[in-house]
């Protein structure tokens, strides 16, 4: 991996530059599939997919807005308009914030748990053929603790949206 980028091809050829551009590529993909999949056999789309998996983390009590657009890398609007198509779907409800009553929370419905399930069964199928069976056997522990670190560090490197 050469420090020297002095042309076009030195830039397009650089080891740094490749590696980063294959892992966005690869994510890309699965995203692709794995949603797909997740659209196509439950009706939701992936976004909507890892919002229910932030709720179901954080409990019964539920979640702020704000909250859940931090963990999501979404704009506060972004969050509202998702969470009113989940709330319009059944998938979650809103309820008084004990701890602010000019707040609100987010918290899964009966029917937002059980789709979570269901979700989750389609994509662990595809997770294991797409994201698992190409890694050999004794990378994989190795290879999903560095995306935790590298997944970690991005997240802490983000400022907070407005």
Same mark, same amino acid.
């Given at each position: ?5 002095? +042309? !076009? =091809?030195? !830039? ?5 530059? #490749?590696?980063?551009?294959r892992l966005l590529g690869a994510a890309n993909r699965l995203e692709y599939l794995l949603g797909k ?10 976004? +909507? ?6 709720? !179901?983390?954080?409990?019964? +009590?539920?979640?702020s807005m704000g909250a859940i657009s931090r963990e999501q890398v979404l704009t506060t609007g972004g969050? +509202?308009? %998702?969470?009113? $198509? ?14 602010? $009553?000019?707040? $609100? #929370?987010?918290? #899964? ?15 662990r199928e595809n997770i294991k053929r797409y994201f698992v069976a190409p890694i050999p056997a004794d ?9 935790? =670190? %590298? ?12």
């Amino acid at each position: 991996m050469s420090e020297e980028i002095a +042309t !076009a =091809k030195d !830039a397009a050829g650089d080891g740094l530059v #490749l590696a980063f551009g294959r892992l966005l590529g690869a994510a890309n993909r699965l995203e692709y599939l794995l949603g797909k999949a997740i659209e196509e056999e439950c009706g939701i789309s992936h976004l +909507t997919y890892e919002v229910l998996l932030i709720l !179901a983390r954080a409990g019964g +009590t539920g979640m702020s807005m704000g909250a859940i657009s931090r963990e999501q890398v979404l704009t506060t609007g972004g969050v +509202t308009r %998702l969470i009113d $198509r989940m709330e319009a779907a059944g998938l979650v409800e809103r309820v008084a914030n004990p701890g602010d $009553r000019r707040g $609100r #929370l987010v918290r #899964l419905t009966a029917a937002g748990d059980a789709k979570a399930v269901e979700a989750t069964r389609v994509h662990r199928e595809n997770i294991k053929r797409y994201f698992v069976a190409p890694i050999p056997a004794d990378h994989r522990d190795w290879f999903a603790d560095d995306l935790r =670190k %590298l997944s970690h560090a991005a997240r802490d490197a983000i400022p907070p949206l407005r």
